[in-house]
């Protein structure tokens, strides 16, 4: 009886399935599709790109060439994916910061976001303020209190964001911390294991190790607690009213035709919600779990990040 | 994990890795094969003057990568590889030398004095057995120090160094690269400068790309496999270009030798030589743990050294197994010291140990310095399985090298007679290839020529390469240091002088600067 239904559940779902796959062959790319990567091989971005791309191959036969455009923290990328003709035949993966705060925070990008057609997001950043457990603070209040105490405080950023996130973290408390930029997800993390750094800001990286005890996330930079600390408070209770976290998401140069934009945006929707995918695994267990913002809901998305990247900008250099 | 499960992981990672084929149902991992490959063509290309193996791992990387992908599955396979190439071309270079008085590699130099006379006496077999006995011994020699103590000295570097500390031990490495290597260490010195500002191109903190004139060409930096293949191995090719052009190669070969039947080489003897082995073992492991100074000064060491403890009947250069012994175990053992300081602290000091660097650079997922050692207990540290895995390699390729290095070497001795001029465009030609195929874009092509022409100038100067290649590879790290440092000390000017360590570091560099210069203005 129970395998009569999940067979029937299968049926369906396949039926289901191939109406939507047939209803969305209306557009079908003429060629090979780039997909540019705006981070470098191996790390987050680059390896659910790779893994998307190899189910797309397989369950559209579409051919898609992955390339690394990495450099100057996402935006070599947009700028070289701006250029490029708005036929479906190139796309990029990358993060909303990269889009968003980039593009407003340099003196000439050479981008913005406007030059893109958003697609769709796959995943959020566990953004978290961590340290080491051995150092006794259990949460933001404590570390505020030993700062307060008199204790000087090192913090390791990946990128200007989260040094600006920084700064107004300890400007609305009062407190002071000395802000060292390092490189990449991991620059944090090793930082703070070889007792360089004190605290810092980690997208994901740092969760195996919080999970282990051996560090402990200290406050959520995301608007939702984080899936391994759920009881460390979120930054807008301590006056940052402005998310640390970002996105990973797909782009296309401005202009993509609607038709094209909507069966890029289900194909990739379709292999990252299929709990059987790799990618999807993949996320689940390193990132937030499969979080796909689209259309014109990611457009309205976009423009409010938008809006609170240049808030953050100007609260930051009061 | 304990540390021996990390350890057998390693092993484990090489030999019951993913599998390349089947024989008769036994599976031969994919690790173990490029080992074996990579040893086997190590051998040919170091007996082929001209050749060496830097510019063998030089173009096989990229198209090693192409094959292998960007996955932390391709690391052990491709360092494998160059592992294998770096034991197999060290023995490799000896079989000339003996054989035909053309040393392959240039630390075979030494061999030549008293493996030749050797070889006139109709002692050639004896000579080569006498090499590949010191040159495995020294190889094994500097392994077991290596894996001894480069997690030792890691995490030394982990709890003492910081920011400030190890932007002074990068200053420090650059200015005992540049004072060691090559004529003089003022020209050392400009060639390190000149290649931190071609590393500074594109890179820095600001999203706008630096000396970039707002091109898109320059935008993205320079890739750093262009400017090390284009200075390293372009400038030499056409360096022998020229040499060609001015001279028609003399095709006087060396006259045939009759040769002894008795070549064996009995326990006795052997036991003779380990005193030779042992102390240029020694000298040949401290000289490859240093930046800078590679194995042709080892096997000078290693040679002289023998010189003074030797009293047999033979003088050195006048075919005495114990100067052949002295030379190969001195050069083969720095090939393992060599990686002491890239695993613990991520600082390339000689040409090979600059492809590994590369390898895992291009491949990602395993980051040479003190977080490779972090002997975690809770979760797993892929990194160090991966080093043990590399440690493991190095140990098979040493079990090559004791097994059947002996027989290819004997096998060699036809490389010597590839004349130059079919070999040098072959050369250029794969160099050209194997950048388009892991960069694949012109503008990559273009830069290698740039630094092609950039490196036969050098040649032509007499500036040494070496340190431009490794200040380039550690000029990103040392420009992200020094903000760091700055940053931490709350924008301190006087930053690099606070720390009595870092003070120690920056008062050395100026010492090995003034003292090379000294000695070299003297001779």
């Known amino acids: 009886m129970f395998y009569r239904f999940i067979k029937t559940g299968i049926v369906i779902a396949t039926l289901a399935a191939s109406i939507t796959v047939t209803n969305a062959t209306e557009w079908s790319p003429s060629g090979p599709i780039k997909l540019m990567i705006a981070f470098r091989a191996g790390g987050g971005v680059d390896t659910q790109a790779r893994l998307i791309a190899g189910d797309l191959q397989e369950r559209h036969g579409w051919k898609i060439i992955p390339e690394n455009l990495a450099g100057k923290g996402g935006a070599i990328m947009a700028r070289t994916l701006k250029a490029e003709p708005a036929d479906g035949l190139t796309i990029g993966m990358t993060v909303t910061e990269a889009i968003t705060y980039s593009s407003i925070a340099s003196r000439n990008a050479g981008y913005s976001v406007d030059d893109f057609t958003m697609l769709t997001t796959t995943t959020g950043s566990q953004m978290g303020l961590f340290a080491k457990t051995s150092r006794g603070w259990k949460t933001l209040p404590d570390l505020i209190a030993a700062i307060k105490g008199g204790q000087k405080i090192t913090l390791g950023a990946m990128s200007p964001r989260l040094a600006d996130g920084a700064y107004i973290l300890a400007r609305e408390n009062g407190i002071d911390f000395t802000t060292v930029m390092v490189k990449g997800g991991k620059g944090a993390l090793n930082g703070v294991l070889a007792d360089d750094l004190d605290v810092g800001w980690g997208a994901g990286p740092q969760n195996k190790s919080v999970l282990a005890g051996d560090l402990v996330n200290l406050v959520s930079g995301e608007s939702k607690p984080l899936k391994v600390s759920p009881d460390a408070p979120l930054l807008a209770d301590f006056g940052v009213p402005y998310i640390m976290g970002a996105k990973f998401m797909f782009v296309a140069p401005a202009g993509l035709p609607e038709d094209a934009r909507k069966v890029l945006t289900d194909a990739i929707i379709e292999v990252v919600s299929d709990p059987n995918t790799k990618v999807n695994a993949m996320i689940n267990k390193a990132f937030s779990g499969v979080e796909t913002i689209s259309g014109s809901d990611l457009d309205k998305f976009m423009a409010t990040l938008s809006a609170q990247d240049q808030a953050l900008l100007d609260a930051s250099s009061e | 994990m304990s540390v021996f499960e990390y350890v057998w992981a390693g092993v484990l990672a090489v030999f019951l890795g993913p599998e390349a084929f089947n024989i008769f149902g036994f599976g031969i991992p994919i690790t173990v094969l490029m080992i074996i490959s990579g040893f086997l063509i190590g051998i040919f290309v170091g007996a082929t003057p001209g050749l060496s193996g830097p510019f063998l791992m030089a173009v096989s990387l990229p198209i090693l990568i192409s094959v292998f992908g960007f996955t932390p599955d391709a690391l052990l396979p491709v360092f494998g590889f160059l592992v294998g190439v770096m034991k197999g071309s060290t023995v490799g270079g000896a079989v000339p030398a003996i054989l035909f008085n053309t040393p392959g590699t240039p630390d075979a130099l030494m061999t030549t004095l008293d493996g030749y006379p050797m ?88 999203n706008y790309s630096r000396l970039s004139f707002g091109t898109d060409f320059l935008a993205n930096g320079i890739p750093l496999i262009s400017a090390v293949l284009g200075v390293l191995i372009l400038g030499e090719v056409f360096v022998s270009f020229e040499e060609m052009w001015h001279e028609r190669r003399d095709a006087n070969a060396p006259p045939e030798v009759p040769q002894s039947t008795d070549n064996s080489l009995s326990f006795a003897e052997r036991r003779k030589l380990l005193p030779y082995i042992g102390v240029s073992a020694f000298l040949g492991t401290c000289i490859g743990a240093l930046p800078g100074i590679g194995s042709t000064l080892a096997a000078t060491l290693g040679y002289a050294t023998g010189q003074k403890m030797h009293k047999g009947k033979i003088p050195f250069g006048k075919g005495a197994p114990e100067g052949v012994a002295a030379t190969e175990a001195a050069n083969s053992s720095v090939s393992g010291a060599n990686l002491i300081p890239v695993l613990s602290l991520g600082i390339p000091g000689n040409v090979g140990a600059v492809f590994l660097i590369l390898a895992a650079d291009s491949i990602g997922g395993f980051n040479p310095g003190p977080s490779v050692f972090r002997f975690t207990t809770e979760e797993v540290n892929p990194e160090l399985i991966i080093a043990f895995g590399l440690f493991a390699s190095m140990a098979f390729a040493n079990l090559l090298n004791w097994t059947i290095g002996a027989h290819f070497m004997r096998m060699v001795g036809i490389m010597t007679k590839v004349p130059k001029p079919v070999l040098m465009p072959f050369v250029l030609l794969l160099t050209l290839t194997a950048i388009y195929v892991q960069e694949t874009t012109f503008d990559a092509v273009y830069f290698m020529l740039f630094f092609g022409v950039i490196g036969y100038l050098m040649r032509k100067l007499a500036i040494p390469a070496l340190p431009f290649v490794i200040a380039f590879i550690l000029a990103k790290t040392l420009e992200t240091t020094i903000r760091q440092a700055f940053a931490v000390s709350d924008a301190d000017p006087f930053f690099l002088f606070k720390s009595p360590l870092s003070v120690v570091f920056l008062a050395l560099s100026i010492f090995v600067i003034v003292f090379f210069s000294r000695g070299k203005n003297n001779d």
């Open chain 2, 119 to 206: 070889t006139k006496s109709g002692q050639a077999g004896k000579a080569l057995r006498v090499a590949h006995f010191a040159s495995a011994s020294g190889d094994t020699f500097s392994d077991i120090v290596l894996f001894t103590c480069a997690p030792f000295l890691a995490i030394a570097v982990e709890s003492y160094l910081g920011f400030t500390e190890k932007a002074a031990l990068i200053i420090l490495s650059l200015s005992f690269v540049a004072a060691v290597v090559g004529a003089s260490p003022l020209k050392g010195l400009i060639s390190g400068a000149f290649g931190i500002f071609f590393a500074s191109i594109g890179t820095g903190e600001d």
